[in-house]
């Protein structure tokens, strides 16, 4: 088992800025790939960010390419997700996730059903 407990979340007006952390326990945290997923009221879950074991590749939404940056440090078992130039529409609550899915590098990143583990959430409300 592994559990995850996200925090960072809050109020924000566009064009803003915050980091998210996930922290990780329970199995060995390198083992797993991680992700960022989120969802609106109203709106299925979306992927937003995913990173390999190792840091080493990343990978991210249209949606957020090149605002946001997700990262890990494997010593303190905990996944960041930094978010820059906020917009309304990011607007949601946002999970992280834990995955040992074989073929994650393959597009399994973005599949919700490929990850093992999950936390509570953590909303972030952008304001206009």
């Known amino acids: 088992q592994v559990q995850l407990v996200e925090s960072g979340g809050g109020l924000v007006q566009a064009g803003g800025s915050l980091r998210l952390s996930c922290a990780a326990s329970g199995r060995t945290f390198s083992n797993y790939a991680m992700g960022w997923f989120r969802q609106a009221p109203g709106k299925e879950r979306e992927f937003v960010a995913g990173?390999?074991?190792?840091?080493?590749?990343?990978y991210y939404a249209d949606s957020v390419k090149g605002r946001f940056t997700i990262s890990r440090d494997n010593a303190k078992n905990t996944v960041y997700l930094q978010m820059n130039s906020l917009k309304p529409e990011d607007t949601a609550a946002y999970y992280c996730a834990a995955s040992s899915d074989t073929y994650y590098r393959f597009g399994g990143y973005r599949l919700g059903d490929r990850y093992d583990y999950w936390g509570q959430g953590t909303q972030v409300t952008v304001s206009s």
């Open positions: 990173i390999i074991w190792s840091g080493g590749t990343t």
